[in-house]
């Protein structure tokens, strides 16, 4: 059986693999009616959502002082904070980029081609399941550091 460190780390990859595989096979599109909004949405949720990750990792920065920074510094769990950070971040980014992938595809009101439609899928999915994951990780120190101020 997995254990909850192992479907925490390979949930988001797992999961956004299944749904692009589902979204590829079933061979779905995007309407190109919608296509540009769409694409711009995708790309302003993806900055701003990397903006936030990086405003998280400055508020980390100076919780190693705190009592719950030398717990987490001690235990084995520091590297996998760090890690998802990085990773949530690194979708959104990759996110935003196959957003304005999907921009030059559409060039001359033609439809997404489902090679990338399926890629913008699979990130839009990698990225909100990162960063969900990464915000649950978060909360839990935050409310560990105001349980335990020292």
């Given at each position: ?40 949405a995708l ?62 595809s559409i ?44």
């Amino acid at each position: 059986m997995f254990t909850r460190l192992q479907i925490e780390r390979w949930a988001p990859l797992v999961i956004a693999s299944g749904v692009g595989l589902t979204w590829y096979v079933l061979d779905c599109q995007i309407a190109s009616s919608i296509a540009k909004e769409f694409l711009a949405a995708l790309l302003s949720s993806a900055s701003i959502a990397a903006g936030f990750l990086t405003t998280a990792l400055s508020i980390l920065l100076p919780m190693s002082a705190m009592s719950v920074g030398k717990q987490l510094k001690n235990s084995k769990y520091l590297p996998y904070v760090f890690a998802y950070l990085r990773r949530a971040i690194y979708g959104c980014l990759w996110l935003a980029a196959v957003s304005v992938l999907g921009f030059f595809s559409i060039a001359g009101g033609k439809e997404i081609p489902l090679f990338l439609t399926t890629l913008i899928v699979w990130s839009s999915v990698y990225a909100a399941l990162a960063l969900a994951r990464i915000a649950e990780v978060l909360m839990n120190l935050f409310e560990r550091t105001f349980d335990n101020p020292g």
